[in-house]
């Protein structure tokens, strides 16, 4: 049974406090807490370039930027205690071809994940990953980025095994015949989900997966709510909020209603030209602000982190790689948060909301 090497932050918080110039509160609050993160997208390295999840890497030639930000060792330094990891979906793949490069993929992230059994277990709930954070493992849930994965037709969601997707971002960076995305340039303006689109909504929940309106256009978001099964929670895994940052990424206030009148959670990304920081710069406080707007809009119960680390995204200059999330615990501190929000915020909205939808 291969073992990952890392350096085990339990061991010595107060040296862990010193490297990262916070205080030991904010190490040993993060190493007591959940901490989930909603959107983790480095397995596409591994796609594209053979990027090794199992070993320690460098933040790579840009610094941590674009790539270079996740891996396993650094995951368990965070401490990440779990994630949503994400198989993107490619649009340029012919529709028929989609299914069955996502399940080619699912199963290659599957096998990565149980190479190290003992650091690592894909869970599919809330009760699977409560047993594998007991077992001092990180609870890998996985999600689809791009439902256009499966949109060959209306049976290409039951392709998916055991409940083993947690959750599926509806649309990405291109429009669908499901719907239409929130990113310049998306056809069909003024339109939203399509009526497969709103069909694929219907299954999901059939299928008690996670319906993510992160990438979506407003219409679309909003067609989506319609039509979705109000006894389950919606998710937004990763996304600014527009009253701090406007941006065609981030969502309005009235979003961020519609996603907590469902018990729903909205993590918070860390891309920093979303977060209104420079593209190439900025600082975790830029995380904290679109928090507190979330927190002051619609409470506490309802946002989350989603980083899409890996994502090929400019993260802030101090949250690089988990190996820097106390610094945002400290951050939330020292605004005035109290650790039940914290907690709240770093992984127990989000194990509600699963616990909610699958136990």
Known sequence: MRRLDYDDPRRDP????????????AVELALASDVIDLHVDSFIWNRIFG???????????????????????RAREGPLTGAIWVITTNPLRTRGRRPEIFLENLRRLQAIFESVPGDFAVVRNAREYRAARLAGKHGAFIGIQGGNALDRDA??????????????TLVHLSTSSLGVTS????ARRGEGLSASGKEFVKRLNAKRIFVDLAHINREGFFDAVAVHDRSQPLLVTHTGVSAVTPHWRNLDDEQLRAVAATGGTVGVMYQSSFLGEPFFGGGAEAVVRHLEHIVRTVGED?????????????????????????????????RGFGPDAIQKILGGNFLRVVAELRG
Do not use: N, Q
Not at 14 to 25: K, M, T
């Open 302 to 334: 309802h946002a989350s982190l989603g980083s899409d680390w890996d994502g090929a995204i400019c993260p802030p200059r101090d949250l690089v790689t988990p190996r820097d999330l106390p610094r945002l615990v400290d951050l939330l501190l020292r």
């Open 183 to 186: 990113a310049p340039g998306g």
């Open 14 to 25: 107060a040296s862990r406090a010193r490297e990262l110039g916070v205080s030991r509160e």
């Open 155 to 168: 049976d290409a969601i039951d392709l998916i095994p055991d409940d083993l997707v947690l959750r599926v």
């Open 51 to 73: 990027y090794d999840l199992r070993k320690r890497h460098s933040t790579g030639l840009f610094g941590g930027r674009f790539y270079g930000m996740v891996d396993f060792p």
